[in-house]
């Protein structure tokens, strides 16, 4: 069954600074990885969705990279702001006899202070 | 576009009783999933719909949890008796064609049991 963890639970950094959130996942079968942002009291949105093909995804101040064989893929983001606060949710789709489900990390919380 | 719905935001019930959540994905979406989350945990999948068939239920409790997409669209959810460890957040997500595609996400439905 595939796993997903992230690494740290939670972060709290003056603005400015970059940072790096950091999943695991123990079964290297994807069909992609995708990180998403949670606001208190909203939904999920998608920031990066990296294929299994590819290496990484950049989107502004946000950068994913992805090592399948590893197992890991990391998430910069730079330049930290207080607007960035929220939760980052990892998230790898699974391939083979799993295909197409989404399994979920917990999270990094992360509070980005002015 | 419109998003994905989700009724009602919030509610408390008492254990025992039944409620139930509504969702309306984005217009034209296929797929339909609901996913549980759990405060501190990462989103559960509990059923994917494929038009108006189950293709995964194998992580819905049956004992007391329901589902139904009767004409393919508009999807409800129903827990029958709650009780106090089904307090989550409940969120619906639809994507345009299989599981491969996009997942996108609506706002939730925040449910306490006490």
């Known amino acids: 069954k595939q796993e997903v963890t992230q690494i740290p639970a939670a972060l709290s950094v003056p603005e400015g600074e970059n940072l790096v959130l950091n999943c695991s996942f123990t079964?290297?079968?994807?069909?992609?990885l995708q990180w998403f942002r949670q606001d208190p009291g909203k939904g999920l949105t998608s920031l990066l969705l990296i294929q299994s093909s590819q290496r990484e995804q950049t989107s502004g101040r946000l950068n994913a990279s992805l090592d399948k064989s590893s197992g890991r893929s990391t998430l910069y983001i730079a330049a930290s702001q207080p607007g960035d606060s929220a939760t980052y949710l990892c998230a790898v789709k699974g391939g083979g006899s799993t295909l197409g489900r989404l399994y979920f990390g917990r999270g990094t919380q992360l509070t980005v202070w002015p | 576009e419109a998003g994905v719905a989700q009724s009602p935001r919030y509610k408390i019930i008492e254990k025992r009783q039944s409620v139930a959540f509504w969702c309306n994905p984005i217009s034209g979406h296929a797929t339909l999933y609901w996913y549980q989350q759990i405060l501190g945990q990462g989103p559960k999948l509990l059923i994917q719909f494929q038009n108006n068939g189950v293709v995964d239920d194998s992580q819905l409790p049956k004992d007391r949890f329901s589902a139904e997409r009767l004409k393919g669209v508009d999807s409800t959810l129903k827990i029958q008796p709650a009780k106090l460890e089904d307090s989550a957040v409940y969120l619906c997500?639809?994507?345009?064609?299989?599981?491969?595609?996009?997942?996108?996400f609506g706002p939730g439905t925040r449910l306490t049991v006490t």
């Open positions: 997500a639809s994507s345009l064609g299989s599981a491969l595609g996009e997942q996108y």
């Open positions: 079964d290297s079968a994807i069909y992609n």
